[in-house]
């Protein structure tokens, strides 16, 4: 073999060696960030679910309390007739004129893409919602209303709440929706638990 | 038993036909070791100190008077080499000098310098830590002529006192009268040039020559002998160094330096590559383990993880303090509150966004801070563009955020 080919040779086998060497060393370099990464992904899931099984009691204690006191109703119309009427007759008992009211569909969440989502969780409640405009309303008035809408018990929640002063005697435009929490049917929904 | 130490130093040095290694401590008389081919021989691998005698034919030995100052010999002496057309090198390692005899002045100087003679080593394995003349390895009659084979060649090594300072070999390959007639040749040129004294002696350590003729021939009585063991030399006696073995040293240093590159960047890479091995089966065996564990605690988890997203499904119905009002009481928390005029609030159980006026912007940037470090808010991470200031210096501010979608 010629020194010429010996060199070639030696460059080659090099070259060969460093590309395997790099090759392999960042192969085994990402393999291992990667078991890394998914270590301490468990390890922050495990600490949640450790936290959620420590804290156990008290969720299934306030998970007994929703299903003892969501209130039930037959259909979606009936849960929307009561909402719109109790709403509407706590504004009078306020004072207020409620200028648009609006049913809402029950509506699937939305992606980042604007379509619907197709893997969303399921609801453990059905849902009926209103929304409700008013036009410069006394703030006091407002959250008067809104005090006596709310009791834990009623399962009837504010779920979008927009508020724009009209600059003059403190009154304000809002936009409210309200949200009805309930059970269609007389039995609990069936949920992933049981 | 005691065990016999052996000897550190090795000498290699000319025999009368063949290379011959003998081994000794520096200083003393030396046992004779193996012995080589007449082209050389090597050194043992166990010695730690290895002197290489080389023969007469690799060196120029020549004395000669110079006149100054002591410092100034070494000068003197390459102009002298100079002069008599000896190419050699300047340094240390190339031309010994020293002095022999001073008097008025003046110096009898031995001057050594190596000739650009291929080194007769046989294995270059084990190179020599030092490099002598031959002849400075025995003890010479002092005064007197002293006639040796070396390597099958007639070498004639005169003293002046104790010291060498003419050493050659002859050019006739047996002492005859042409090798006689040359060494008063050579008396003869070192008489004239007043370098040689009177001599007392003519030692002959061969069993060649017919004494009468010698004794007519040089007018001296020749005394026959064995060649006596070699001395060991001192340590440091020596600095000469012939060039192909300090370049043999180089090239072996220089593979030796490749060779320890080679291992550390071997050694090295096979750290690195057990220490990501063992890295890697640690977490691998790691994550086996947590897997397993999540595996076990999953049916309890998900069962609470239900609950927990029930809950929070109810929160603006059930939990006050998931409230609209509670989230704008926590906007108005901030002392710098007082000031702002809001003009546009909404709220979701998911996000919130706020647009308000401030008097100045100093106000309006204190504000958005303390709502941006609110702990009540912060599951809102509220953010937002610097405030506008306006032409009267009031600003307006906005807020906005989400729920991160990890929190429900």
Redesign the interface.
């Known amino acids: 073999m010629k020194k010429s080919e010996k060199v070639l040779l030696g460059v080659f086998a090099a070259l060969f060696f460093g590309i395997a060497l790099i090759g392999g060393g960042a192969f085994a370099l990402r393999h291992y960030l990667e078991v890394r990464d998914e270590v301490d992904l468990l390890r922050d899931r495990l600490a949640s679910m450790n936290l959620a099984v420590a804290q156990g009691a008290d969720w299934a204690a306030r998970s007994v309390w929703l299903e003892e006191n969501a209130p039930r109703f037959t259909s979606n119309k009936d849960a929307s007739a009561k909402l719109l009427e109790r709403v509407s007759n706590l504004a009078q008992t306020h004072g207020l004129m409620i200028g648009t009211t609006e049913l809402l569909e029950p509506a699937r969440g939305v992606g980042a893409d604007g379509l619907p989502l197709e893997d969303e969780e399921e609801s453990h409640f059905d849902k009926a919602a209103i929304r409700t405009i008013l036009t410069g309303v006394s703030e006091q008035a407002l959250f008067a209303w809104l005090h006596d809408l709310q009791k834990p018990q009623s399962f009837l929640g504010v779920t979008r709440l927009q508020i724009n002063p009209t600059g003059s005697d403190k009154t304000v435009n809002v936009e409210v929706e309200f949200t009805q929490f309930y059970y269609e049917k007389a039995v609990p929904k069936v949920t992933k638990a049981n | 038993m005691a065990r016999t130490r052996k000897p550190s130093s090795e000498l290699l040095l000319p025999g009368a036909t063949v290379w011959q290694g003998w081994t000794g401590a520096a200083g003393s008389s030396c046992q004779p070791g193996g012995e080589f081919t007449a082209s050389g021989g090597s050194f043992s691998r166990e010695s730690q100190r290895r002197v290489l005698a080389l023969p007469a034919t690799h060196f120029w030995v020549l004395p000669a008077w110079f006149k100054g100052e002591p410092e100034h010999l070494r000068s003197m002496a390459l102009l002298h080499l100079e002069r008599m057309g000896v190419k050699t090198g300047d340094d240390e390692t190339c031309v010994q000098v020293q002095s022999v005899a001073s008097k008025d002045g003046a110096h009898l100087t031995r001057v050594i310098a190596l000739k650009d003679e291929p080194v007769p080593m046989s294995d270059n394995t084990r190179l020599p830590d030092e490099v002598t003349h031959h002849a400075l390895c025995y003890p010479l009659v002092q005064n007197g002529i002293t006639i040796f084979r070396e390597l099958g060649r007639l070498v004639v090594a005169i003293t002046s006192g104790p010291q060498l300072v003419y050493c050659t070999p002859l050019s006739s390959l047996r002492l005859d009268e042409n090798a006689l007639t040359e060494l008063n040749n050579i008396c003869l040129q070192l008489g004239f040039q007043g370098v040689l004294g009177r001599l007392e002696s003519l030692v002959l350590w061969t069993d060649e020559g017919d004494i009468d003729k010698i004794r007519r021939a040089t007018g001296l009585t020749p005394y026959r002998c064995e060649m006596p063991s070699p001395t060991m030399p001192e340590r440091g006696s020596s600095l000469l160094m012939p060039e192909d073995l300090i370049l043999e040293r180089q090239r072996q240093a220089g593979h030796a330096r490749t060779r320890f590159f080679a291992l550390t960047a071997g050694a090295v890479?096979a750290a690195?590559?057990t220490l990501?091995?063992t890295?890697?089966a640690l977490?691998?065996q790691?994550?086996n383990m947590?897997?397993e564990?999540?595996a076990g605690?999953?049916p309890?988890?998900?069962?609470?993880?239900?609950?927990?997203?029930?809950?929070f499904?109810?929160?603006?119905?059930?939990?006050?303090s998931m409230?609209?009002?509670q989230v704008l009481l926590d906007c108005m928390e901030p002392e710098s509150s007082k000031e702002a005029?809001?003009?546009?609030?909404?709220?979701?159980?998911d996000q919130m966004s706020l647009i308000g006026r401030m008097p100045s912007a100093s106000l309006a940037l204190e504000y958005t801070q303390a709502l941006k470090t609110s702990e009540a808010l912060a599951r809102f991470e509220l953010d937002g563009p610097p405030p506008v200031i306006a032409s009267d210096q009031s600003a307006t501010f906005e807020m906005k955020g989400g729920l991160a979608r990890e929190e429900e």
């Open positions: 890479l690195v590559v990501i091995a890295l890697t977490a691998l790691e994550r947590l897997r564990k999540v605690i999953m309890r988890a998900s069962r609470v993880m239900d609950h927990k997203r029930a809950w499904e109810a929160a603006p119905a059930v939990d006050p409230w609209p009002q005029s809001i003009t546009h609030w909404e709220w979701t159980p």
